[in-house]
């Protein structure tokens, strides 16, 4: 009981890392990871003249046009009443590029906008293409993991001067990565509702904008938005205030001054 007690005070004592240092430290591991990917995806963009792309990124630009290509497929929304080709680039060099074909309608105060993503090849023709975004959100999450993991910080963290520790074990180095899992699980509990349920409206409906963007399919954006909104500002509070957020206290963790 000494001991544990002894852990439990020392572990409460050690200064917490803010918000602030916790968010430069993230925006700093997605430039090293994301960067890179991006570098890469203009390569491919070029050799394969857009048929691999990556649309995430640290620079993109949208514009209006009047143009569209015929027998777009998915069909765009009915009566669409704006269209615009989005580009996303690295350095001048194009990685990706989307048209976004659409309609908004605006009732009163409230505005609602349905539209239909479809992927341009470089010279701007509708491709059934590969898009890399999802192995970029796959090297970042696995990028996060192994660094607490095996060394309770990534470079953002390090940079900044905060590390992961194990609450039950503070001095040690690493954390254990069952914990270093269900910490990063938990920090997602608040956007799991609108995501679910974008999932079931797109599985369902066969992913048509006009068949998954309803009236009841609003209602319940606006109700798993409303969760995911009060999420974050729950968590944001935590860590203003330098208080382990939900995500910590439910792994075993803490953020903590290196």
Not at 79 to 98: K, W
Not at 137 to 161: D, E, Q
């Amino acid at each position: 009981m000494n001991t544990v007690a002894s852990r439990l005070d020392t572990t409460a004592d050690l200064q917490r890392g803010g918000f602030w240092r916790r968010w430069l430290a993230t925006l700093i591991d997605a430039i090293i990871v994301i960067l890179p990917f991006q570098a890469f995806a203009a390569v491919l963009f070029a050799i394969t003249a857009g048929t691999v792309q990556m649309e995430s990124g640290f620079y993109r630009y949208c514009a209006a046009t009047t143009t569209l290509p015929q027998s777009l497929a998915p069909p765009p929304p009915r009566d669409s009443n704006f269209a615009r080709v989005c580009r996303t680039s690295f350095f001048g060099a194009p990685t990706g590029v989307i048209l976004i074909v659409g309609r908004t309608v605006r009732d009163g105060n409230v505005t609602t906008t349905v539209s239909q993503g479809y992927m341009l090849d470089k010279g701007g023709r509708p491709i059934d293409g590969i898009n890399i975004d999802s192995i970029v959100s796959l090297a970042f999450l696995i990028y996060l993991v192994g660094m607490v993991w095996k060394s309770g910080k990534t470079v953002g963290a390090r940079t900044v001067g905060v590390r992961v520790i194990d609450t039950a074990n503070p001095n040690a180095l690493e954390v254990s990565l069952r914990k270093v899992i269900i910490r990063y699980l938990a920090m997602v509990i608040g956007v799991v509702p609108i995501f679910a349920a974008l999932i079931y409206q797109y599985v369902t409906t066969g992913g048509t904008a006009d068949a998954i963007f309803t009236a009841s399919f609003f209602i319940w954006m606006m109700c798993t938005g409303a969760v995911a909104v009060l999420w974050l500002v729950v968590l944001i509070v935590q860590v203003a205030r330098k208080r382990d957020p939900v995500y910590d206290r439910v792994a075993g963790t803490a953020v903590v001054r290196d």
